[in-house]
Nanobody
Framework: QGQLVESGGGLVQAGGSLRLSCAASRSIFRLNAVGWYRQAPGKQRELVATTSSGGSTNYRDSVKGRFTISTDNAKNTVYLQMNSLKPEDTAVYFC?????????????WGQGTQVTVSS
């Protein structure tokens, strides 16, 4: 099975930026439909942003205007650019993907990367 690898998490002050990356550990499928999720301690996992093979994107309201999901087809990598970060953005961020045109649902998941935003 394919696996996804996230990177780019870390500690940042409020107002700062981070860029998360999501890549397939083995190039056995194209990252056509990708979603970024996050899960904060004691809270349910929530969908943050999605992209489809057609290039359409969707965001949860709380990150609109601050986060941008994008795809580098040559690298088969999906990014989540996060600007104007807030302490409430602190969570473990996961990417999920499937080789179909749209999602969710997703077949493959990464292990997660921690994002911590200090006030």
């Amino acid at each position: 099975q394919g696996q996804l690898v996230e990177s780019g998490g870390g500690l940042v002050q409020a107002g700062g930026s981070l860029r998360l990356s999501c890549a397939a550990s083995r190039s056995i499928f194209r990252l056509n439909a990708v979603g970024w999720y996050r899960q904060a301690p004691g809270k349910q996992r929530e969908l943050v942003a999605t992209t489809s093979s057609g290039g359409s994107t969707n965001y949860r309201d709380s990150v609109k205007g601050r986060f941008t999901i994008s795809t580098d087809n040559a690298k088969n990598t999906v990014y989540l650019q996060m600007n104007s970060l807030k302490p409430e953005d602190t969570a473990v961020y996961f990417c999920a993907a499937n080789p179909r045109a749209v999602g969710p649902p997703y077949d493959y998941w990464g292990q997660g990367t921690q994002v911590t935003v200090s006030s």
